[in-house]
């Protein structure tokens, strides 16, 4: 855990934890990230204007929605200004990035864009996936990056996807992301989430047991940035105060309670068909044809997949659903979405994304 070192009033409430939780699964990049906080605090040399503690830059930071790029990112940058000043870090998205530069080359004010985007100490830039491939504004990315590198300043990038799949940024600017250090975010384990439960619940004004937030971390299974919405409502008594049961053993009876309600609003095998077939817009009917185009065969597969996930639905009962399909078939579907869930991180992120839909209806 990076305790107290990243924190500040973030406006959303799914932002509003007092530092970011970097468990077993993310070592590599607690340890990246203690790096750009000790460069925080370090004596810079005045004269280079170059930082006097190593840290990785460029450092691309990769992962599915809500697995807390945003929220570390932003507390980077507001640890930067809090010990250096405001004007030495900079933060913005890929989308603005471009936005604001068309608008300096409309307004003729190209040198107030750099001011405002070069010769800091460090500079966050979001959501790289959806930078256009426009060569006036990737040429200004590409000058931007080689200033940060020149003076050994930091850079911080994030993209939902790897380097490698950044098509839209041309090879000379994934060279120059991909020199630096490229780290896969992971969705928090379950120490991380039960101390992320806790500071939730600290944050709210209250106290709460070791036993209740494991247990909560182990068996709920919606992604991390609803622990939030789901620990308020834990925390409600009648009478619009807050306050959980007293004692551990109440805590843990009272959130097993909590538990077997929300498990028992569990989609069912009919509501895994029909999101699967509208989000990938395909007809249910065409998912219970025999078709074997590929689209068709991969939306199945994300029905027998979340099926077993989140409706706990046997392989006979999902071939049933899907056309009368036998048990060996369903089986070979549901073990070639796993291998994909693991190994390519599109198919990672239309899972939780389904997950999350089907869960919070």
């Known amino acids: 855990m990076l305790a107290d070192a990243i924190g500040g009033d973030f406006a959303a409430p799914s932002e509003s934890l ?46 599915a929605s809500g697995v807390g ?14 010990r250096r000043g405001e004007h030495t870090a900079w933060y913005t998205t890929a989308a603005d990035f471009r936005h604001f530069w068309n608008i300096a080359v409309k307004q003729q004010a190209e040198q107030r864009f750099r001011a405002e985007h070069r010769g800091r100490d460090l500079i966050v830039i979001e959501d790289l996936q959806h930078l256009p491939a426009d060569r006036s504004v990737l040429q200004e990315l ?51 989430r039960a101390c992320i439960v806790q500071q939730i619940a600290l944050a709210l004004g209250n106290n709460f047991s070791t036993a209740a937030a494991d247990c909560l971390a182990r068996r709920f299974e919606g992604p991390v940035n609803q622990l939030y919405s789901v620990m308020v409502e834990l925390l409600s008594v009648p009478g619009g105060s807050t306050g959980p049961p007293h004692g551990a ?26 999101v699967v077939a509208r989000h990938q817009a395909i007809p249910e009917s065409q998912l ?74």
Do not use: M
């Not at 790029?69 to 809090?82: N, P, S």
């Not at 843990?252 to 509501?271: C, D, I, K, S």
């Open 142 to 192: 590409r000058y931007t990056l080689d200033d940060y590198a020149e003076r050994e300043a930091l850079v911080v990038l994030t993209s939902r996807i790897g380097v490698c799949e950044l098509s839209n940024l041309g090879a000379d600017i994934r060279g120059r992301v991909a020199a630096g250090l490229v780290l896969d975010v992971a969705s928090a384990g379950t120490a991380a």
């Open 69 to 82: 790029k945003t929220h570390l990112a932003l507390g980077l940058v507001r640890y930067w200004q809090a």
């Open 288 to 361: 219970k044809s025999n078709t074997r185009r590929q689209s068709t065969v991969y939306a199945r597969g994300l029905v027998v997949y979340l099926a077993r996930e989140l409706a706990n639905s046997t392989f006979e009962e999902i071939g049933r659903a899907l056309g009368g399909r036998d048990h060996s078939t369903i089986l070979h579907n549901h073990r070639k979405l796993r291998s994909l869930h693991e190994h390519d991180l599109v198919t990672r992120q239309t899972v939780e994304h389904l997950r999350r839909v089907l869960l919070v209806r």
């Open 18 to 63: 007092p530092s970011f939780v970097a468990g077993p699964e993310n070592a590599l990049l607690g340890g990246a990230v203690r790096q750009l906080l000790d460069a925080a605090t370090a004596v810079p040399n005045v004269a280079k204007r170059r930082r006097s503690c190593a840290a990785p830059s460029p450092l691309y930071l990769y992962g």
């Open 249 to 274: 053993e109440a805590q843990l009876q009272h959130v097993e309670q909590w538990l077997a309600t929300h498990e028992a609003r569990r989609p069912t095998l009919r509501e895994v068909i029909r």
